[in-house]
């Protein structure tokens, strides 16, 4: 296959043309690579295996991946509109293909950061595609641009911009084989008496709501604190990396942008419902196979827009966060909860 030739799935034959039979073993052919490609490295990710997540096609410097239509991506039951943090899962997935894509040879690579705008609502019924560009590429950064699309290709629903650091930092240790079953210990082992300790005791986010996309995260909140603390339990599903193994960047995106409107809903008290305008995340560790905890600072909350901070960490505690971010989110009345109008 040469660089410039493009991999994508087609049924072939679909339209009640007659092809010529070059044509049909060249379709063949790339399908049968993008199984490949499916099989080696989408079935072999946890999280990206159980999200049914799927890549769609690869040239040189671009990749697609769709993500599947299902119940668990609601995360607005109220105006029916997709959580955001689905769709960023899916960027960060198809912009590390994309960088896979550009390389000459085999290397590690990680996420830096991750910004995501939002342009139009994402609702259920369809299929998420996102389809990225590795559009300048150095020694040491990758820097991509990607759309996230539903029905129509000509309307996406969202861009996204991110940057990828190249190989692996001096002193990282990557294991020969996928992770075990049984996750790390959650706190280090060199923890001393005045470590940090996260609260006993957890509740659900939002008692007497159920929110689909969180649920399936499987995100709590710790009670009885004046600064609410958000927890993600760990689960082998949400494993990005399964050799060092850590968790799915995506994850951890979706985790703080659920923190920040969770913080919104919880500080509003209903009287406004958040809606994404844009997110960015600055990815500092790798969030290890532990449980992973979150708080918010509000920065400004105007009549119209709110603009929140949000800090990831585990068990060494808030001073050594795995993950920095913020975001924008327009406010919109309770009484136009079933509005569905651009974030504008």
Not at 92 to 114: H, I, K, N
Not at 163 to 175: E, V
Not at 303 to 324: F, M, N
Request: proline share 9%.
């Amino acid at each position: 296959m040469t660089p410039s030739k493009r991999l994508q799935r087609s049924a072939g034959g679909g339209d009640g043309q007659r092809r010529p039979a070059a044509s049909l073993a060249t379709i063949v052919k790339m399908n049968a690579i993008l199984d490949d490609l499916n099989r080696k490295f989408v079935s072999r990710t946890p999280h990206m295996s159980d999200i049914g997540a799927r890549i769609t096609a690869v040239e040189r410097n671009r990749g697609s991946m769709m993500l599947p239509d299902r119940p668990e991506w609601l995360g607005d039951p109220v105006r029916g509109l997709l959580h955001p943090g689905a769709l960023t899962v899916l960027a960060d997935s198809a912009c590390g293909l994309a960088v896979g894509a550009a390389l000459d040879q085999r290397m590690p690579y990680a996420t830096l950061d991750l910004r995501m705008d939002y342009l139009r609502p994402a609702g259920p019924g369809h299929d998420v595609h996102c389809d990225a560009h590795c559009f300048r590429l150095t020694r040491n950064v990758a820097f991509v641009r990607a759309e996230v699309w539903q029905a129509e290709r000509d309307e996406p629903i969202a861009v996204a911009q991110a940057s990828f650091m190249l190989s692996t930092p001096a002193g990282t240790r990557r294991s020969k084989d996928p992770m075990p079953a049984a996750p790390a210990a959650a706190a280090d082992a060199d923890a001393g008496p005045g470590a940090w300790q996260p609260p006993a005791g957890s509740e659900p986010v939002l008692p007497g709501s159920t929110i689909p996309y969180v649920e399936y995260l499987g995100i709590r909140v710790a009670p009885d604190g004046a600064q609410p603390l958000f927890r993600l339990p760990y689960q082998e599903k949400l494993i990005g990396n399964p050799y060092l193994p850590a968790l799915h960047g995506g994850v951890i995106a979706g985790f703080a942008e659920t923190a920040a409107i969770l913080h919104l809903i919880r500080t509003l008290h209903g009287a406004k419902f958040p809606k994404g305008v844009d997110f960015s995340i600055d990815y500092l560790r790798a969030g290890r196979p532990e449980e992973t905890f979150a708080s918010c600072e509000l920065v400004r909350v105007g009549s119209r827009v709110a603009l929140v901070q949000v800090r990831c960490w585990q068990g060494r505690g808030p001073e050594h966060p795995i993950a920095v971010a913020r975001g924008h989110f327009l406010l919109t009345a309770a009484a136009d909860a079933g509005a569905t109008e651009t974030p504008r």
